[in-house]
């Protein structure tokens, strides 16, 4: 994803990805299952209309999943997200899969074995069960041409600021006033959703992302600009100082300037170490003396809404 080769659906934003209560109605395929999965280039999972209490991991981490000719591919990663990016939009390879009826099984390359019933609710959304922890994952199918990358990317940015193991600070604009961030030369965003941790850094110069020593851990939280869909808040809230506001902008996949507007300075940081994820859900990271020990940070996208028993278990019981 480049911020000059955005695609802009507006039109599609106004209804795309946005939860709702979870319509249940199944609808009688009039087509097979592999010709119901085939019909379209990309299915958007909509993590917040999960229905259920458990965790299908590879589910879990997916913006989209693409079924073509027995290959499962998933986009897990929002660097290289786009409709020329990562398999041509699609993807990188995850695993196979296999249908049957009204079931889905998948060979996934981390996840192993995983079989799902299928309900179509309607004529672009299925339901995926997983009887093994019973709870329901939601996508909605879109052809690649009118499925709006621009939308998710900004959407879920917190999830790309993740996706490198360091950012390192590589210009600062004429300076205005001085401030204690000008000492802050790496930051790095860990996992957990829209308010998480971050650490920073005065280290200069460290050609390896494990070897940077972190001299502090605080929050973080990313927030929107009202009319801007492409600019973003970003906050650090540092103990030992004032908490710092930035406004965010992405330059490209590797690229972010953060602009400070108290003090009138612009700095860009670029991506060092990035992290392609095949599962990274129960990935783990430790921390020795300030140093990452792993670039296996964990990741997965978070439910925004409450999370409810599932009434596919309830009818069965």
Not at 35 to 41: A, G, P, R, V
Not at 134 to 161: A, E, R
Not at 245 to 254: A, K
Request: contains cysteine; charged residues 20%; hydrophobic residues 30%.
């Amino acid at each position: 994803m480049k911020a000059i080769k955005l695609l802009f659906g507006f039109a599609l934003a106004a209804t795309l990805f946005t939860s709702c209560e979870t319509n249940t109605i199944y609808e009688e395929p009039s087509i097979s299952l592999n010709q119901l999965l085939h019909s379209y280039d990309l299915w958007y999972i909509d993590i917040n209309q999960t229905v259920g209490r458990g965790e299908t991991p590879f589910l879990q981490i997916a913006f989209t999943l693409s079924f073509r000719n027995g290959v499962l591919y998933a986009n897990n990663n929002l660097v290289g997200f786009g409709p020329n990016g990562q398999g041509n939009g699609y993807g990188i390879d995850v695993g196979e899969y296999d249908v049957y009826d009204m079931v889905l099984d998948v060979y996934h390359d981390v996840d192993g074995y995983q079989s799902f019933d299928v309900y179509q609710i309607n004529k672009n959304t299925i339901e995926l069960y997983n009887p093994f922890n019973k709870t329901s994952y939601f996508l909605h199918g879109y052809q690649k041409s009118q499925f709006d990358y621009d939308f998710v990317f900004y959407d879920n940015i917190h999830y790309f600021l993740q996706e490198y193991q360091a950012w390192e600070k590589t210009y600062v604009s004429k300076k205005g006033v001085l401030n204690e961030f000008d000492n802050e030369n790496y930051l790095q965003f860990l996992a957990g959703g829209n308010d998480s941790e971050f650490r920073s850094s005065k280290d200069f110069k460290i050609s390896n992302p494990n070897n940077i020593y972190w001299d502090y851990t605080g929050l973080y939280g990313v927030g929107n600009i009202s009319g801007n869909k492409h600019l973003k808040t970003l906050t650090l809230d540092y103990d030992y100082f004032d908490n710092e506001f930035f406004e965010l902008s992405v330059i490209n996949d590797q690229r972010i300037k953060l602009y400070h507007p108290y003090s009138g300075t612009t700095y860009e940081f670029t991506g060092r170490g990035y992290i392609e994820y095949m599962r990274g859900a129960e990935g783990k990271s430790s921390i020795v003396d300030g140093k990452v020990q792993s670039s296996e940070v964990q990741k997965k996208r978070k439910q925004k809404t409450e999370k409810k028993d599932n009434p596919r278990v309830i009818n069965r019981s």
